[in-house]
């Protein structure tokens, strides 16, 4: 079946950009995805691209796709603290139901 | 963006007691909610589709009688823990896809999910 593979922990000092990475299997894949979750909490979407795109900025954010070697990252520029959660990242395509990788915990400290 | 809304976000139980867990798409219409379960430190694992109007499609190893999912109406699905037990504990989040926009990305929308703690 289809498999996400994330790195689980990454430690960042504010100010600092951080880059998360993700590797997936399913070649059929159409998003991708990054979700993040705060303690507690549910899934926030952040931001997501089509399997066509090779780059996404959203002002801090940047998502760069490797569909070659299907890997996925996603970079914080101008990292805070309040960036401090688990990213997930997922795909699909388009109407089935996501895949999840098993989150990255990123720890930004002042 | 759209709002998912999950109630309650906390419920503790005793062993053997059924619980029931709301989800509201607040904003828009969900033809289709799906229902996942977080193990601590662990991703979200997929427990059933649930499509308005019809019967939930389970993932293999998920008890349809211990987890029943009803989605009544466009804006409503729910979840019964029934006779549950402590290794039920769990947080469980729902999400929905809505229609125009997010149904052409496949985006989903998640609720904020529900720490249920069986004693």
């Known amino acids: 079946g289809e498999d996400v593979e994330q790195s689980l922990f990454l430690s960042v000092r504010e100010g600092d950009s951080s880059v998360i990475n993700c590797t997936y299997t399913d070649s059929s894949s159409t998003y991708l995805y990054w979700y993040k979750q705060e303690p507690g909490a549910g899934l926030q979407l952040l931001t997501y691209?089509?399997?066509?795109?090779d780059m996404k900025q959203d002002q801090r954010l940047t998502v760069l796709l490797n569909k070659k070697d299907k890997h996925l990252s996603l970079r914080i520029a101008d990292t805070q603290t309040g960036d401090s959660a688990i990213y997930f990242c997922a795909e699909n395509e388009g109407y089935s139901t996501l895949t999840f990788g098993k989150g990255t915990m990123l720890l930004v400290s002042p | 963006g759209a709002v998912v809304s999950q109630h309650p976000s906390r419920v503790i139980c005793k062993s053997g007691t059924s619980v029931k867990i709301e989800c509201r798409s607040l904003?828009?219409?969900?033809?289709?909610m799906f229902w996942y379960r977080q193990f601590p430190k662990k991703s979200l694992m997929l427990m059933a589709t649930?499509?308005?109007?019809?019967?939930?499609?389970?993932e293999q190893g998920v008890e349809k009688d211990k987890f029943l999912i009803n989605h009544a109406s466009l804006t409503l699905s729910t979840l019964t823990v029934t006779s549950a037990h402590p290794e039920d504990s769990s947080f469980y989040i729902c999400?929905?896809?809505?229609?125009?926009?997010?149904?052409?990305?496949?985006?989903?929308?998640f609720g904020e999910g529900s720490r249920l703690t069986v004693l």
């Open positions: 691209i089509f399997s066509n795109m």
């Open positions: 649930s499509n308005e109007g019809s019967k939930a499609t389970y």
């Open positions: 999400s929905a896809r809505g229609s125009g926009g997010s149904a052409n990305t496949g985006e989903l929308f």
């Open positions: 904003d828009f219409q969900a033809t289709t």
